[in-house]
T-cell receptor, first 110, second 118 residues
Framework: SQQGEEDPQALSIQEGENATMNCSYK?????LQWYRQNSGRGLVHLIL?????REKHSGRLRVTLDTSKKSSSLLITASRAADTASYFC??????????FGKGTRLSVIA | GAVVSQHPSWVICKSGTSVKIECRSL??????MFWYRQFPKQSLMLMAT?????????EQGVEKDKFLINHASLTLSTLTVTSAHPEDSSFYIC??????????????FGPGTRLTVL
């Protein structure tokens, strides 16, 4: 079963703009992770945030986690055409398999 | 970093035939591996959890007799799609957990196998 819902399902922005994607989940979690997937390719791990963390940064990525609202957001700043991909959040309880959200398809127009 | 490989990367087969997909952890041992399926423009859905030396655990709605999983060693799990039909065409992705490393809660994903059944 799928745990999360990403919002929006699709997002189209101009190069240089920021992209924000949201993820909501239903049950308690230990970790929440964000992945990128280019069309027809495998997953690329972006960032992991633990349930006791509220914010993490990695390069142009910023992830926040609000466990009280069971939600997370992924911000990509100064987007590039190469950021065009699908982005998924995934949650787990530490030793349980990752459960993926439905994903957001991001298009960055040059 | 930990690497997971899959073979083949893509396969085309005729309806009714069986196809075996291999998932290997290359530089770590994995007592647990996971198999996911992804249909076009959809998310990854967990099919089953593969445990070394024991039977796999299947998610609800996944036919265990159709999707045979064998995890015979600490570095290899195989998924066999038996009597494949066009509706089985999908992207199959495995992942493995480094059960003896320091980051035992991290799943490492393979590059996926594209199955097309004609």
């Amino acid at each position: 079963s799928q745990q999360g819902e990403e919002d929006p399902q699709a997002l189209s922005i101009q190069e240089g703009e920021n992209a924000t994607m949201n993820c909501s989940y239903k049950t308690s979690i230990n970790n929440l992770q964000w992945y990128r997937q280019n069309s027809g390719r495998g997953l690329v791990h972006l960032i992991l945030i633990r349930s006791n963390e509220r914010e993490k940064h990695s390069g142009r990525l910023r992830v926040t986690l609000d466990t009280s609202k069971k939600s997370s957001s992924l911000l990509i700043t100064a987007s590039r055409a190469a950021d065009t991909a699908s982005y998924f959040c995934a949650t787990d309880l530490g030793y349980t398999p990752l459960v993926f959200g439905k994903g957001t398809r991001l298009s960055v127009i040059a | 970093g930990a690497v997971v490989s899959q073979h083949p990367s893509w396969v085309i087969c005729k309806s009714g035939t069986s196809v075996k997909i291999e998932c290997r952890s290359l530089d770590f041992q994995a007592t647990t591996m996971f198999w996911y399926r992804q249909f076009p423009k959809q998310s990854l859905m967990l099919m089953a959890t593969s445990n070394e030396g024991s039977k796999a655990t299947y998610e609800q709605g996944v036919e265990k007799d159709k999707f045979l999983i064998n995890h015979a060693s600490l570095t290899l799990s195989t998924l066999t799609v038996t009597s494949a039909h066009p509706e089985d065409s999908s992207f199959y992705i495995c992942s493995a957990r480094d059960t003896r490393g320091t980051r035992t809660d991290t799943q490492y994903f393979g590059p996926g196998t594209r199955l097309t059944v004609l």
